[in-house]
């Protein structure tokens, strides 16, 4: 049961990074955004009616990523615990 926790708390906190650090990649580019309308005057393109920011993807799709990556870590915190342990 322990592993199971563990291998919750790290899929988890990886899930927290990735999702944490897309964010902050996205807050950065826009706070560093600067238009430059003077070099772009001669081309003109019809503009959108809409904005969206990010992406958009199934929650299934986090689920998913979220189970499998449950299950890859506790196999690897099972076979680390089973090559440390004292030998008879």
Same mark, same amino acid.
């Given at each position: 049961m322990?592993?199971?926790?563990?291998?919750?708390?790290?899929?988890?906190?990886?899930?927290?990074?990735?999702?944490?650090?897309?964010?902050?990649?996205?807050?950065? +580019?826009?706070?560093?955004?600067?238009?430059?309308?003077?070099?772009?005057?001669?081309?003109?393109?019809?503009?959108?009616?809409?904005?969206?920011?990010?992406?958009?993807?199934?929650?299934?799709?986090?689920?998913?990523?979220?189970?499998?990556?449950?299950?890859?870590?506790?196999?690897?915190?099972?076979?680390? +615990?089973? +090559?440390?342990?004292?030998s008879?």
């Amino acid at each position: 049961m322990k592993t199971f926790i563990q291998s919750l708390a790290v899929s988890s906190g990886l899930h927290l990074i990735f999702l944490f650090g897309t964010f902050l990649i996205g807050y950065i +580019k826009t706070r560093n955004y600067q238009p430059d309308p003077a070099n772009h005057w001669e081309n003109i393109n019809t503009l959108q009616n809409e904005v969206a920011f990010g992406f958009s993807v199934s929650p299934l799709f986090f689920l998913f990523t979220f189970i499998g990556l449950t299950v890859l870590s506790g196999l690897v915190l099972l076979f680390y +615990k089973k +090559k440390n342990e004292p030998s008879l």
